[in-house]
Nanobody, 125 residues
């Protein structure tokens, strides 16, 4: 399984970015893709995740109402639309995948099996 994250960059506070995560090599059709972020010196935290089977979603409280996750099933690609960005959103963003196991949508890093390389998002004040 390979995950390719892209779309990071430098944006001013209040601006928007859209991240993409393209998955390949998936063995099963039912999976969850999550977005996580990490600031140097801090633990990686879950941001949002989505199910391929029913497109249900989950968000961290810190991004609710600002970020929107979506999926293109045909392309096995997940998007994270980030609006109203603040400097606190500055981080390296990672996407990861786990196969559906009946436990529902989770944002814990240990639940995900495959990870892509991160993409840096920098929000200037």
């Amino acid at each position: 399984v390979q995950l390719q994250a892209s779309g990071g960059g430098l944006v001013q506070a209040g601006g928007s970015l859209r991240l993409s995560c393209a998955a390949s090599g998936l063995l099963f059709d039912d999976y969850h893709i999550g977005w996580f972020r990490q600031v140097s010196g801090k633990e990686r935290e879950g941001v949002s995740c989505i199910s391929s089977s029913d497109e249900s979603t989950r968000y961290a409280d810190s991004v609710k109402g600002r970020f929107t996750i979506s999926i293109d099933i045909v392309k096995d690609t997940v998007y994270l639309q980030m609006n109203s960005l603040t400097p606190e959103d500055t981080a390296v963003y990672y996407c990861a995948v786990r196969y559906e196991d009946g436990l529902g949508l989770v944002l814990s890093t240990w639940s995900y099996d495959y990870w892509g390389k991160g993409t840096l998002v920098t929000v200037s004040s």
